[in-house]
Nanobody, 123 residues
Framework: QVQLVESGGGLVQAGDSLRLSCAAS????????MGWFRQAPGKAREFVAGINWTGSLTYYTDSVKGRFTISRDNAKNTVLLQMNSLKPEDTAVYYC????????????????WGQGTQVTVSS
């Protein structure tokens, strides 16, 4: 099983960019489908982006398409979420998550989670 630690959150203004990083430790990181979720106060957790084990396939929820990019480096055991053109509605705690079972583009089955990193976008 892998352990996940997110970093890179912060307070930015609308239109700015942030890059979130998820460092994984443990065995066989390249076997895992990886995803980014977010949860805003008073709202349900939302599946933002997913990536398959090779990094060749990605998924994005509609609200972030064209603005966010998920990527992974299996040699470095890391997953990144590049967030551009940030909006106040992107404000949330962002979580990195992992699962072994496919498909990468479904929020179901993610069973390993990081501690989360806060992203706040001011208007």
């Amino acid at each position: 099983q892998v352990q996940l630690v997110e970093s890179g959150g912060g307070l930015v203004q609308a239109g700015d960019s942030l890059r979130l990083s998820c460092a994984a430790s443990g065995r066989s990181f390249s076997n895992y489908r990886m995803g980014w979720f977010r949860q805003a106060p008073g709202k349900a957790r939302e599946f933002v982006a997913g990536i398959n084990w090779t990094g060749s396939l990605t998924y994005y929820t509609d609200s972030v398409k064209g603005r966010f990019t998920i990527s992974r480096d299996n040699a470095k055991n890391t997953v990144l979420l590049q967030m551009n053109s940030l909006k106040p509605e992107d404000t949330a705690v962002y979580y990195c998550a992992a699962k072994l079972a496919p498909p990468y583009n479904s929020p179901r089955g993610y069973d390993t989670w990081g501690q989360g990193t806060q992203v706040t976008v001011s208007s």
